[in-house]
């Protein structure tokens, strides 16, 4: 894997999990697989060797706008492997990498213990929680299953949700501004936000997804940016505020950053500039996917012709007209091409109503 420099990297855990999400992508695609459980440490040369050659990369990046090689934990269920983290982690800080780490977690198996550990170790842990009605689309409410105090006692907490026929945006945001004013009152700072769409790999058993309200979930994110474009989070002593008007600039700074190139599939870069690794050394062209592209001993160049086989998007029909690519970016590869028509439809609703707010709110809309 020599000369080409990786941003970050997915350490997969495996597929072992203790919930049952409806909609879990990885059901068909992960599930059949037996992954390694035993850490080859070769896999730590090689991660160091990556950070390492991340670095020299940004040599010439002002020091302000540097940035760290980010080590993600992901399953399945990561803390099933909680040994296994910290293994891992405890042997690259031996070596004096320099390096972020983030899990993400249901946080079913979260106890003090382990919130200590990853505090001390700077670890941001990313929730999987649905909002209000996270427990009619996991079977669960972490809030409810796990000690809150405990929750909140994480000094890097970030919230995961993903949009589906029981959650929209309005359910969720409401329960994250909930979830926020009590963490901020413990931190005094904001919890981290992501709102992703349902993604149907073909194995998904979310029945109901023909049922989902396109209309209202299109109609919540135009008048989300509207109210953000009326000035009506500009007081910034709310931390709720603070937390919409973050989670709004970053919308509004990726169709800034993409709006002069075209789309590729698949993107998250997931494979081009993060790789998705398990414990022994193999190599995945996505974190939810179970078949291997590679090893860490082959070539850059078979590594890349490897990814882009198993990219299942790259014979969809471009991008270029669809008004929701400044934000949607191509798409998940994940998604087979037969469900590309309702994978789009989901996109324009939720992309669709910030970019039509966008219009509406300036003047050159071209």
Not at 93 to 109: A, E, P, W
Not at 264 to 286: A, F, M, Q, T
Not at 315 to 330: H, I, M, Q, T
Not at 337 to 358: N, P, S, T, V
């Given at each position: 894997?020599?000369?080409?420099?990786?941003?970050?990297?997915?350490?997969?855990?495996?597929?072992?999990?203790?919930a049952n999400c409806s909609y879990c992508l990885q059901k068909g695609n992960t599930k059949k697989q037996?992954?390694?459980?035993k850490l080859n440490y070769k896999v730590i040369d090689f991660i160091e060797l990556m950070a390492s050659?991340?670095?020299?990369?940004?040599?010439?990046?002002?020091?302000?706008?540097?940035?760290?090689?980010?080590?993600?934990?992901?399953?399945?269920?990561?803390?099933?492997?909680?040994?296994?983290?910290?293994?891992?982690?405890?042997?690259?800080?031996?070596?004096?990498?320099?390096?972020?780490?983030?899990?993400?977690?249901?946080?079913?198996?979260?106890?003090?213990?382990?919130?200590?550990?990853?505090?001390?170790?700077?670890?941001?842990?990313?929730?999987?929680?649905?909002?209000?009605?996270?427990?009619?689309?996991?079977?669960?409410?972490?809030?409810?299953?796990?000690?809150?105090?405990?929750?909140?006692?994480?000094?890097?907490?970030?919230?995961?949700?993903?949009?589906?026929?029981?959650?929209?945006?309005?359910?969720?945001?409401?329960?994250?501004?909930?979830?926020?004013?009590?963490?901020?009152?413990?931190?005094?700072?904001?919890?981290?936000?992501?709102?992703?769409?349902?993604?149907?790999?073909?194995?998904?058993?979310?029945?109901?997804?023909?049922?989902?309200?396109?209309?209202?979930?299109?109609?919540?994110?135009?008048?989300?940016?509207?109210?953000?474009?009326?000035?009506?989070?500009?007081?910034?002593?709310?931390?709720?505020?603070?937390?919409?008007?973050?989670?709004?600039?970053?919308?509004?700074?990726?169709?800034?950053?993409?709006?002069?190139?075209?789309?590729?599939?698949?993107?998250?870069?997931?494979?081009?500039?993060?790789?998705?690794?398990?414990?022994?050394?193999?190599?995945?062209?996505?974190?939810?996917?179970?078949?291997?592209?590679?090893?860490?001993?082959?070539?850059?160049?078979?590594?890349?012709?490897?990814?882009?086989?198993?990219?299942?998007?790259?014979?969809?029909?471009?991008?270029?007209?669809?008004?929701?690519?400044?934000?949607?970016?191509?798409?998940?590869?994940?998604?087979?091409?037969?469900?590309?028509?309702?994978?789009?439809?989901?996109?324009?609703?939720?992309?669709?109503?910030?970019?039509?707010?966008?219009?509406?709110?300036?003047?050159?809309?071209?």
């Amino acid at each position: 894997m020599l000369g080409y420099s990786f941003e970050s990297v997915y350490l997969m855990l495996g597929s072992d999990c203790n919930a049952n999400c409806s909609y879990c992508l990885q059901k068909g695609n992960t599930k059949k697989q037996k992954f390694p459980d035993k850490l080859n440490y070769k896999v730590i040369d090689f991660i160091e060797l990556m950070a390492s050659r991340y670095y020299e990369s940004q040599e010439n990046t002002p020091v302000n706008n540097r940035k760290y090689f980010w080590v993600t934990y992901f399953g399945g269920e990561p803390l099933l492997k909680f040994d296994l983290i910290k293994e891992v982690n405890e042997e690259l800080l031996k070596r004096g990498v320099i390096f972020r780490s983030s899990i993400i977690t249901n946080g079913l198996l979260l106890d003090e213990d382990k919130v200590n550990y990853f505090n001390k170790h700077n670890f941001v842990v990313a929730l999987s929680h649905d909002g209000l009605y996270s427990k009619k689309n996991r079977g669960y409410n972490v809030f409810e299953i796990v000690d809150s105090n405990v929750i909140m006692k994480i000094n890097r907490l970030a919230l995961n949700a993903v949009l589906t026929v029981n959650s929209y945006l309005d359910d969720i945001i409401e329960d994250y501004l909930n979830i926020n004013e009590k963490y901020s009152e413990v931190h005094n700072y904001n919890i981290e936000m992501n709102i992703e769409t349902f993604l149907d790999t073909g194995s998904c058993n979310q029945e109901k997804l023909d049922d989902f309200d396109y209309d209202k979930l299109y109609n919540q994110s135009y008048n989300l940016m509207m109210k953000y474009a009326k000035g009506n989070y500009n007081d910034k002593t709310l931390p709720s505020n603070n937390l919409i008007s973050k989670y709004i600039k970053e919308f509004i700074l990726k169709v800034k950053n993409n709006i002069n190139s075209t789309p590729e599939r698949g993107g998250c870069y997931c494979g081009r500039k993060v790789l998705n690794l398990d414990l022994d050394g193999n190599l995945y062209s996505c974190h939810n996917s179970s078949f291997p592209i590679s090893r860490i001993e082959d070539s850059i160049n078979d590594y890349f012709i490897n990814l882009g086989c198993a990219d299942r998007r790259v014979n969809v029909p471009p991008c270029e007209d669809c008004y929701v690519k400044f934000l949607c970016v191509g798409g998940c590869k994940m998604v087979p091409e037969e469900l590309d028509e309702k994978y789009c439809k989901m996109q324009r609703a939720f992309y669709g109503g910030f970019i039509k707010a966008l219009c509406d709110w300036g003047e050159n809309c071209d």
